[in-house]
Nanobody, 115 residues
Framework: QVQLVESGGGLVQAGGSLRLSCAAS????????MGWYRQAPGKQRELVAT???????NYADSVKGRFTISRDNAKNTVYLQMNSLKPEDTAVYYC?????????WGQGTQVTVSS
């Protein structure tokens, strides 16, 4: 069974940076999209960024210009570079890899931004 393992979360001061990584435990074929979502306490899970191949990316308005999603297909890994972090970015971040047949989710990694 494929598992997505996330890393890179933690505590950072406002204005700082973090880089999240999400690696699949084995190769996933026919990937349609890789993405990151987040869920803050008391709120619904929301889309942060997606990559559907090559340079096709999509970002939530709240993170445009600050976050960058990238992927390494050979490693079945997706990254999220987060710069200029704000306290409102505090949430559990989840990665998702979608294939033709199934959506795989990571276990989540906590990102806390202090003011």
């Amino acid at each position: 069974q494929v598992q997505l393992v996330e890393s890179g979360g933690g505590l950072v001061q406002a204005g700082g940076s973090l880089r999240l990584s999400c690696a699949a435990s084995e190769r996933i074929s026919s990937i349609n999209a890789m993405g990151w979502y987040r869920q803050a306490p008391g709120k619904q899970r929301e889309l942060v960024a997606t990559n559907t191949g090559a340079d096709r990316t999509n970002y939530a308005d709240s993170v445009k210009g600050r976050f960058t999603i990238s992927r390494d297909n050979a490693k079945n890994t997706v990254y999220l570079q987060m710069n200029s972090l704000k306290p409102e970015d505090t949430a559990v971040y989840y990665c998702k890899i979608s294939s033709n047949w199934y959506d795989y989710w990571g276990q989540g990694t906590q990102v806390t931004v202090s003011s």
